[in-house]
Protein backbone atom coordinates (compact mmCIF):
# COMPACT_ATOMS: atom_id res chain seq x y z
CA UNK A 1 0.00 0.00 0.00
CA UNK A 2 1.17 3.57 -0.63
CA UNK A 3 -0.96 4.97 1.73
CA UNK A 4 -1.64 8.71 1.19
CA UNK A 5 0.18 10.58 -1.69
CA UNK A 6 -0.06 14.48 -2.74
CA UNK A 7 1.16 15.68 -6.05
CA UNK A 8 3.36 18.04 -6.51
CA UNK A 9 5.89 17.61 -3.95
CA UNK A 10 6.78 21.29 -4.59
CA UNK A 11 5.07 24.36 -6.89
CA UNK A 12 5.86 28.17 -7.07
CA UNK A 13 3.01 30.16 -8.04
CA UNK A 14 2.75 33.92 -9.86
CA UNK A 15 0.06 35.64 -7.71
CA UNK A 16 -3.11 35.34 -9.40
CA UNK A 17 -2.25 31.75 -11.24
CA UNK A 18 -4.24 29.05 -9.87
CA UNK A 19 -3.28 25.06 -9.49
CA UNK A 20 -4.49 21.99 -8.48
CA UNK A 21 -3.31 19.99 -5.43
CA UNK A 22 -3.95 16.15 -5.83
CA UNK A 23 -4.18 13.90 -2.74
CA UNK A 24 -5.27 10.00 -3.58
CA UNK A 25 -5.29 6.98 -0.90
CA UNK A 26 -5.71 3.22 -1.46
CA UNK A 27 -7.08 2.21 1.58
CA UNK A 28 -10.41 2.52 1.09
CA UNK A 29 -11.06 5.42 3.32
CA UNK A 30 -14.61 7.46 3.67
CA UNK A 31 -12.98 10.40 5.45
CA UNK A 32 -10.51 12.94 3.38
CA UNK A 33 -8.86 16.20 4.96
CA UNK A 34 -6.83 19.20 3.64
CA UNK A 35 -4.81 21.12 6.09
CA UNK A 36 -2.44 23.83 5.75
CA UNK A 37 0.76 24.21 8.36
CA UNK A 38 2.21 27.77 8.66
CA UNK A 39 5.23 28.48 11.07
CA UNK A 40 4.05 28.57 14.91
CA UNK A 41 0.54 28.07 13.58
CA UNK A 42 0.47 24.31 14.08
CA UNK A 43 -2.37 22.42 11.52
CA UNK A 44 -5.38 24.60 10.29
CA UNK A 45 -7.99 22.19 8.26
CA UNK A 46 -9.12 23.52 4.98
CA UNK A 47 -11.60 21.61 3.70
CA UNK A 48 -12.60 17.88 4.92
CA UNK A 49 -15.19 14.93 3.03
CA UNK A 50 -16.87 12.73 4.64
CA UNK A 51 -17.56 10.25 1.32
CA UNK A 52 -17.29 10.61 -2.36
CA UNK A 53 -19.29 13.81 -3.69
CA UNK A 54 -19.31 15.52 -0.28
CA UNK A 55 -17.21 18.48 0.81
CA UNK A 56 -17.22 20.42 4.06
CA UNK A 57 -15.86 23.88 5.10
CA UNK A 58 -13.13 23.65 7.79
CA UNK A 59 -11.44 26.15 9.85
CA UNK A 60 -9.87 28.30 7.03
CA UNK A 61 -12.04 27.45 3.68
CA UNK A 62 -11.47 31.23 2.13
CA UNK A 63 -9.29 30.82 -1.09
CA UNK A 64 -9.70 27.32 -1.36
CA UNK A 65 -12.44 24.52 -3.61
CA UNK A 66 -12.18 21.08 -3.61
CA UNK A 67 -13.91 17.99 -5.00
CA UNK A 68 -14.17 14.53 -4.72
CA UNK A 69 -15.65 12.78 -7.38
CA UNK A 70 -13.82 9.56 -6.93
CA UNK A 71 -13.56 7.64 -2.95
CA UNK A 72 -9.94 7.94 -3.32
CA UNK A 73 -8.97 10.98 -4.82
CA UNK A 74 -9.63 14.99 -2.64
CA UNK A 75 -8.40 17.65 -4.89
CA UNK A 76 -7.78 20.92 -3.77
CA UNK A 77 -8.05 23.93 -5.72
CA UNK A 78 -6.80 27.52 -5.54
CA UNK A 79 -8.23 29.74 -8.35
CA UNK A 80 -6.08 32.76 -7.85
CA UNK A 81 -3.20 32.13 -5.63
CA UNK A 82 -2.18 34.59 -3.06
CA UNK A 83 1.03 34.82 -0.86
CA UNK A 84 -0.60 34.45 2.03
CA UNK A 85 -1.32 30.97 0.79
CA UNK A 86 2.16 30.35 0.87
CA UNK A 87 2.33 27.18 3.16
CA UNK A 88 2.84 23.69 3.28
CA UNK A 89 -0.19 21.60 2.34
CA UNK A 90 -1.06 18.23 4.01
CA UNK A 91 -3.66 15.62 3.04
CA UNK A 92 -4.73 12.80 5.20
CA UNK A 93 -7.45 10.09 5.16
CA UNK A 94 -9.59 8.06 7.93
CA UNK A 95 -12.11 5.12 8.01
CA UNK A 96 -15.51 5.72 8.47
CA UNK A 97 -15.76 3.75 11.79
CA UNK A 98 -13.35 3.46 14.65
CA UNK A 99 -11.44 5.78 16.38
CA UNK A 100 -10.72 8.21 13.72
CA UNK A 101 -6.91 7.82 13.40
CA UNK A 102 -5.74 9.69 10.85
CA UNK A 103 -3.55 8.33 7.95
CA UNK A 104 -1.38 11.51 6.47
CA UNK A 105 0.33 12.35 2.97
CA UNK A 106 3.98 13.84 2.86
CA UNK A 107 3.06 17.58 2.09
CA UNK A 108 3.44 20.31 -0.50
CA UNK A 109 5.53 23.07 0.00
CA UNK A 110 3.23 25.99 -2.20
CA UNK A 111 5.42 29.16 -2.53
CA UNK A 112 3.13 32.24 -4.14
CA UNK A 113 5.24 34.98 -5.08
CA UNK B 1 -16.46 22.62 21.55
CA UNK B 2 -13.59 20.11 21.57
CA UNK B 3 -9.87 21.53 21.94
CA UNK B 4 -6.97 20.47 22.99
CA UNK B 5 -4.52 22.64 24.68
CA UNK B 6 -0.43 21.25 24.59
CA UNK B 7 2.52 22.97 26.33
CA UNK B 8 4.43 25.48 24.30
CA UNK B 9 7.77 24.82 22.85
CA UNK B 10 10.56 24.76 21.95
CA UNK B 11 11.86 22.46 24.22
CA UNK B 12 15.69 21.37 24.39
CA UNK B 13 17.16 18.53 25.94
CA UNK B 14 20.25 16.88 26.33
CA UNK B 15 20.03 12.75 25.02
CA UNK B 16 19.25 10.55 27.82
CA UNK B 17 17.26 13.08 29.72
CA UNK B 18 13.58 12.75 30.48
CA UNK B 19 11.00 13.96 28.12
CA UNK B 20 7.27 15.17 29.29
CA UNK B 21 5.19 17.31 26.85
CA UNK B 22 1.46 18.03 28.26
CA UNK B 23 -1.59 17.71 27.00
CA UNK B 24 -4.98 18.44 28.34
CA UNK B 25 -8.28 18.32 26.69
CA UNK B 26 -12.22 19.91 26.66
CA UNK B 27 -14.42 17.62 25.07
CA UNK B 28 -18.05 15.92 26.35
CA UNK B 29 -17.92 12.45 26.90
CA UNK B 30 -14.67 10.28 26.39
CA UNK B 31 -12.72 11.27 23.36
CA UNK B 32 -10.32 9.09 21.58
CA UNK B 33 -7.02 10.55 22.09
CA UNK B 34 -3.79 10.51 19.99
CA UNK B 35 -0.29 12.01 20.13
CA UNK B 36 1.16 12.47 16.47
CA UNK B 37 4.87 13.03 15.95
CA UNK B 38 6.53 14.86 12.38
CA UNK B 39 9.71 14.38 11.99
CA UNK B 40 11.75 17.79 9.62
CA UNK B 41 10.07 17.69 6.11
CA UNK B 42 7.48 14.66 6.27
CA UNK B 43 4.00 14.40 6.91
CA UNK B 44 2.34 13.31 10.58
CA UNK B 45 2.79 9.95 11.67
CA UNK B 46 0.55 8.06 14.26
CA UNK B 47 2.93 7.73 17.70
CA UNK B 48 0.37 6.49 20.00
CA UNK B 49 -2.94 6.36 21.01
CA UNK B 50 -5.54 5.56 23.60
CA UNK B 51 -9.40 5.49 23.28
CA UNK B 52 -10.24 4.90 26.38
CA UNK B 53 -10.01 6.32 30.14
CA UNK B 54 -6.64 4.23 31.91
CA UNK B 55 -5.65 2.78 28.87
CA UNK B 56 -1.92 3.74 27.79
CA UNK B 57 -0.39 4.20 24.42
CA UNK B 58 2.76 3.21 24.22
CA UNK B 59 5.55 2.96 21.18
CA UNK B 60 9.49 3.49 20.50
CA UNK B 61 9.90 4.21 24.01
CA UNK B 62 7.29 6.97 24.43
CA UNK B 63 4.20 6.64 26.91
CA UNK B 64 0.82 8.07 27.61
CA UNK B 65 -1.88 7.67 29.77
CA UNK B 66 -5.51 8.63 29.43
CA UNK B 67 -6.28 10.11 32.73
CA UNK B 68 -10.24 10.87 32.69
CA UNK B 69 -9.58 12.68 35.99
CA UNK B 70 -7.44 15.52 35.11
CA UNK B 71 -8.23 15.02 31.58
CA UNK B 72 -4.75 15.06 30.06
CA UNK B 73 -3.17 12.53 27.86
CA UNK B 74 0.98 13.44 28.76
CA UNK B 75 3.39 12.41 26.47
CA UNK B 76 6.50 10.34 28.18
CA UNK B 77 9.96 8.81 27.46
CA UNK B 78 12.40 8.06 29.64
CA UNK B 79 15.65 8.92 27.77
CA UNK B 80 15.37 10.49 24.72
CA UNK B 81 17.67 10.07 21.50
CA UNK B 82 18.53 12.99 19.06
CA UNK B 83 17.08 11.38 16.54
CA UNK B 84 13.59 12.10 18.73
CA UNK B 85 13.52 15.13 17.75
CA UNK B 86 10.57 16.44 16.01
CA UNK B 87 7.60 18.20 16.46
CA UNK B 88 4.44 16.42 18.41
CA UNK B 89 1.02 16.89 18.23
CA UNK B 90 -1.82 16.02 20.87
CA UNK B 91 -5.31 15.00 19.48
CA UNK B 92 -8.66 13.92 20.11
CA UNK B 93 -11.25 12.45 18.80
CA UNK B 94 -15.05 12.94 18.98
CA UNK B 95 -16.67 9.77 20.69
CA UNK B 96 -18.67 8.96 17.70
CA UNK B 97 -15.68 9.29 15.41
CA UNK B 98 -17.24 11.47 12.18
CA UNK B 99 -15.75 14.72 12.64
CA UNK B 100 -11.69 16.03 11.78
CA UNK B 101 -9.82 14.77 14.73
CA UNK B 102 -9.11 18.24 16.76
CA UNK B 103 -5.17 18.84 16.82
CA UNK B 104 -2.92 20.93 19.59
CA UNK B 105 -0.27 23.25 17.96
CA UNK B 106 2.25 21.16 18.14
CA UNK B 107 5.14 21.06 20.49
CA UNK B 108 8.80 21.45 19.00
CA UNK B 109 10.99 18.88 20.59
CA UNK B 110 15.20 19.75 20.00
CA UNK B 111 17.54 16.68 21.45
CA UNK B 112 21.05 17.80 21.95
CA UNK B 113 24.08 14.89 21.95
Known amino acids: NAGVTQTPKFRVLKTGQSMTLLCAQD?????MYWYRQDPGMGLRLIHY???????AKGEVPDGYNVSRLKKQNFLLGLESAAPSQTSVYFC????????????FGPGTRLTVT | GNSVTQMEGPVTLSEEAFLTINCTYT??????LFWYVQYPGEGLQLLLK?????DKGSNKGFEATYRKETTSFHLEKGSVQVSDSAVYFC????????????FGKGTRLSVIA
Open chain 2, 27 to 32: ATGYPS
Open chain 2, 91 to 102: ALSDIAGNTPLV
Open chain 1, 92 to 103: ASSRLAGDNEQY
Open chain 2, 50 to 54: ATKAD
Open chain 1, 49 to 55: SVGEGTT
Open chain 1, 27 to 31: MNHEY
